[in-house]
Protein backbone atom coordinates (compact mmCIF):
# COMPACT_ATOMS: atom_id res chain seq x y z
CA UNK A 1 0.00 0.00 0.00
CA UNK A 2 1.43 3.81 -0.83
CA UNK A 3 0.81 6.44 1.52
CA UNK A 4 -1.14 8.47 -0.99
CA UNK A 5 -4.05 5.42 0.11
CA UNK A 6 -3.81 6.09 3.73
CA UNK A 7 -3.93 9.66 2.90
CA UNK A 8 -6.60 9.42 0.74
CA UNK A 9 -9.03 7.61 3.12
CA UNK A 10 -8.30 10.38 5.72
CA UNK A 11 -9.31 12.55 3.14
CA UNK A 12 -12.41 11.32 2.37
CA UNK A 13 -13.13 10.23 6.09
CA UNK A 14 -13.13 14.09 6.91
CA UNK A 15 -14.92 15.23 3.85
CA UNK A 16 -17.92 13.19 5.54
CA UNK A 17 -17.29 14.57 9.16
CA UNK A 18 -18.86 17.95 10.21
CA UNK A 19 -16.89 21.28 10.88
CA UNK A 20 -13.40 19.39 10.46
CA UNK A 21 -10.26 20.80 8.72
CA UNK A 22 -7.26 18.46 7.66
CA UNK A 23 -4.56 20.55 6.53
CA UNK A 24 -1.04 18.87 5.18
CA UNK A 25 0.68 19.10 7.80
CA UNK A 26 -2.31 17.70 9.91
CA UNK A 27 -2.36 14.86 7.05
CA UNK A 28 1.67 13.95 7.38
CA UNK A 29 1.22 13.80 11.36
CA UNK A 30 -2.23 11.30 10.56
CA UNK A 31 0.03 9.02 8.30
CA UNK A 32 2.86 9.34 10.80
CA UNK A 33 0.39 7.85 13.83
CA UNK A 34 -0.75 5.33 11.52
CA UNK A 35 2.40 4.14 10.34
CA UNK A 36 3.62 3.97 13.74
CA UNK A 37 0.29 1.62 15.32
CA UNK A 38 0.98 -0.03 12.39
CA UNK A 39 4.48 -1.16 13.25
CA UNK A 40 3.89 -1.03 17.01
CA UNK A 41 0.82 -3.28 16.95
CA UNK A 42 1.13 -5.67 13.70
CA UNK A 43 5.33 -5.79 12.47
CA UNK A 44 4.98 -4.34 9.85
CA UNK A 45 4.29 -0.78 7.93
CA UNK A 46 1.15 0.44 6.64
CA UNK A 47 2.95 2.12 3.46
CA UNK A 48 6.25 1.47 1.87
CA UNK A 49 7.61 5.03 1.74
CA UNK A 50 10.08 6.70 4.32
CA UNK A 51 9.10 9.35 7.17
CA UNK A 52 11.44 12.25 7.20
CA UNK A 53 11.90 14.30 9.58
CA UNK A 54 10.98 18.32 9.08
CA UNK A 55 10.80 21.27 10.76
CA UNK A 56 7.43 20.90 11.94
CA UNK A 57 7.73 17.58 12.09
CA UNK A 58 7.46 13.55 10.06
CA UNK A 59 6.65 14.02 6.94
CA UNK A 60 6.09 11.07 4.08
CA UNK A 61 7.50 13.79 1.09
CA UNK A 62 5.57 12.54 -1.87
CA UNK A 63 2.30 13.13 -0.24
CA UNK A 64 3.17 16.34 1.21
CA UNK A 65 3.98 17.36 -2.43
CA UNK A 66 0.53 16.15 -3.89
CA UNK A 67 -0.98 18.77 -1.49
CA UNK A 68 1.22 21.60 -0.85
CA UNK A 69 -0.70 23.82 -2.82
CA UNK A 70 -3.73 23.67 -0.32
CA UNK A 71 -1.09 25.96 1.84
CA UNK A 72 -2.70 25.91 5.33
CA UNK A 73 -6.32 25.46 4.33
CA UNK A 74 -8.86 22.33 4.23
CA UNK A 75 -7.56 19.56 1.55
CA UNK A 76 -10.93 19.06 0.28
CA UNK A 77 -10.29 16.31 -2.20
CA UNK A 78 -8.39 12.85 -2.81
CA UNK A 79 -5.77 12.74 -4.81
CA UNK A 80 -6.33 10.62 -8.17
CA UNK A 81 -8.85 7.59 -7.88
CA UNK A 82 -10.08 6.56 -4.39
CA UNK A 83 -11.48 3.02 -3.95
CA UNK A 84 -12.17 1.91 0.02
CA UNK A 85 -11.52 -1.90 -1.24
CA UNK A 86 -8.65 -1.52 -1.24
CA UNK A 87 -8.23 -1.96 2.80
CA UNK A 88 -9.20 -4.59 5.01
CA UNK A 89 -11.25 -4.20 7.99
CA UNK A 90 -8.10 -4.11 10.11
CA UNK A 91 -6.44 -1.61 8.45
CA UNK A 92 -9.83 0.18 8.49
CA UNK A 93 -9.81 -0.12 12.40
CA UNK A 94 -6.63 0.86 12.87
CA UNK A 95 -6.94 3.91 10.43
CA UNK A 96 -10.36 4.83 12.01
CA UNK A 97 -8.17 4.55 15.88
CA UNK A 98 -5.75 7.06 14.72
CA UNK A 99 -8.27 9.73 13.37
CA UNK A 100 -10.01 9.44 16.07
CA UNK A 101 -7.31 9.48 18.89
CA UNK A 102 -5.55 12.50 16.91
CA UNK A 103 -7.61 13.80 14.31
CA UNK A 104 -8.85 16.14 17.17
CA UNK A 105 -6.42 17.55 18.09
CA UNK A 106 -4.67 21.04 16.18
CA UNK A 107 -1.63 21.00 13.52
CA UNK A 108 -0.24 22.77 16.53
CA UNK A 109 -0.76 20.37 19.26
CA UNK A 110 0.45 17.38 16.90
CA UNK A 111 3.46 19.70 16.17
CA UNK A 112 3.75 19.43 19.91
CA UNK A 113 3.18 15.54 20.19
CA UNK A 114 5.56 14.56 17.15
CA UNK A 115 8.27 17.04 18.87
CA UNK A 116 8.52 15.77 22.34
CA UNK A 117 11.68 14.59 23.43
CA UNK A 118 12.89 11.39 22.80
CA UNK A 119 10.04 10.65 20.04
CA UNK A 120 11.22 9.79 17.01
CA UNK A 121 11.71 13.15 15.11
CA UNK A 122 13.82 14.47 17.89
CA UNK A 123 16.04 11.45 17.65
CA UNK A 124 17.09 12.13 14.23
CA UNK A 125 15.76 16.00 13.17
CA UNK A 126 18.71 18.36 12.29
CA UNK A 127 17.79 21.73 10.98
CA UNK A 128 17.84 21.97 6.87
CA UNK A 129 17.92 18.26 6.36
CA UNK A 130 14.98 16.17 5.92
CA UNK A 131 16.47 12.75 7.56
CA UNK A 132 14.45 9.76 7.10
CA UNK A 133 13.31 8.64 10.59
CA UNK A 134 13.82 4.60 10.55
CA UNK A 135 10.75 2.08 11.04
CA UNK A 136 12.80 0.72 13.73
CA UNK A 137 12.87 3.79 15.54
CA UNK A 138 9.10 4.40 15.40
CA UNK A 139 8.44 1.25 15.94
CA UNK A 140 10.30 0.75 19.40
CA UNK A 141 8.66 4.41 20.44
CA UNK A 142 5.41 3.57 19.56
CA UNK A 143 5.66 0.40 21.82
CA UNK A 144 7.08 2.07 24.75
CA UNK A 145 5.21 5.11 25.13
CA UNK A 146 2.07 2.80 26.16
CA UNK A 147 0.45 2.10 23.18
CA UNK A 148 -0.50 -0.97 23.31
CA UNK A 149 -3.35 -1.02 20.62
CA UNK A 150 -5.65 1.60 18.85
CA UNK A 151 -8.50 2.78 21.25
CA UNK A 152 -10.78 0.65 19.45
CA UNK A 153 -13.68 0.35 21.91
CA UNK A 154 -14.59 4.14 21.43
CA UNK A 155 -15.27 3.50 17.66
CA UNK A 156 -19.31 2.68 17.56
CA UNK A 157 -20.63 1.26 14.61
CA UNK A 158 -23.82 1.90 13.90
CA UNK A 159 -24.68 -1.04 10.74
CA UNK A 160 -22.71 -3.23 8.84
CA UNK A 161 -22.33 -4.94 5.09
CA UNK A 162 -23.97 -8.19 4.81
CA UNK A 163 -20.72 -10.02 4.53
CA UNK A 164 -19.64 -8.04 7.48
CA UNK A 165 -16.15 -7.54 6.04
CA UNK A 166 -16.07 -4.11 6.45
CA UNK A 167 -18.31 -1.37 8.77
CA UNK A 168 -21.16 -0.18 6.39
CA UNK A 169 -21.66 3.03 8.75
CA UNK A 170 -18.86 4.57 10.85
CA UNK A 171 -18.50 6.10 14.31
CA UNK A 172 -20.48 8.86 15.37
CA UNK A 173 -18.58 12.29 15.36
CA UNK A 174 -18.53 13.09 19.45
CA UNK A 175 -19.49 16.61 18.74
CA UNK A 176 -22.63 16.27 16.41
CA UNK A 177 -25.49 15.22 18.91
CA UNK A 178 -28.27 15.26 16.61
CA UNK A 179 -26.56 13.33 13.32
CA UNK A 180 -24.64 10.56 13.36
CA UNK A 181 -22.03 10.75 10.07
CA UNK A 182 -22.46 8.09 7.65
CA UNK A 183 -19.13 7.40 6.15
CA UNK A 184 -20.06 4.78 3.77
Not at 44 to 65: D, R
Not at 97 to 125: Q, R
Not at 150 to 173: F, H, T, V
Request: no cysteine; proline share 4%; glycine share 4%.
Amino acid sequence: MKAIDIANFFIDYNAHSIDDTITNLKLNKLLYFAQGYSLALYDKPLFSENIEAWQYGPVVANVYHKFKSNNKENIAHTYGSFSLDIFDSNTIELLLAVINNYGKYSSSKLIEITHEKGSPWDMVYSENVNNIIPNNTIKEYFKNISITQPNLKKIYYIGKREDNSKPLLLPADWDDKEKYSIYL
